[in-house]
Nanobody, 116 residues
Framework: QVQLVESGGGLVQPGGSLRLSCAASGSFLRIDDMAWHRQAPGKQRELVAGITSGYADSAKGRFTISRDNAKNMVYLQMNSLKPEDTAVYYC??????????????WGQGTQVTVSS
């Protein structure tokens, strides 16, 4: 089994910063891609940033995704946060198990609230 655990969410004022972290653990051959998505109340889940897919327009210039392959971790540095960034942020990883099969995994989500 593969687990993704996010951390780093919280309450921040507009204009502030947060850094989200996601750690992948378990039994697998490799991780092909990692990304961050978010879901605001009443809205569909959307891509924020991906290692291979790049950034959503709403994230460009403010958010930075990075990956530590040795630690199987992905980070999302979020600067100049806005109230509309409020959402549950989910880590996503495309993982190749030892069987050679590619699986898509999600973390449990971490809440980010931007409010004064």
């Amino acid at each position: 089994q593969v687990q993704l655990v996010e951390s780093g969410g919280g309450l921040v004022q507009p204009g502030g910063s947060l850094r989200l972290s996601c750690a992948a653990s378990g039994s697998f051959l490799r991780i092909d891609d990692m990304a961050w998505h978010r879901q605001a109340p009443g809205k569909q889940r959307e891509l924020v940033a991906g290692i291979t897919s790049g950034y959503a327009d709403s994230a460009k210039g403010r958010f930075t995704i990075s990956r530590d392959n040795a630690k199987n971790m992905v980070y999302l540095q979020m600067n100049s946060l806005k109230p509309e960034d409020t959402a549950v942020y989910y880590c996503n990883a495309k993982v190749v198990r030892y069987s050679g099969v590619l699986f898509n995994y999600w973390g449990q989500g971490t809440q980010v609230t931007v409010s004064s």
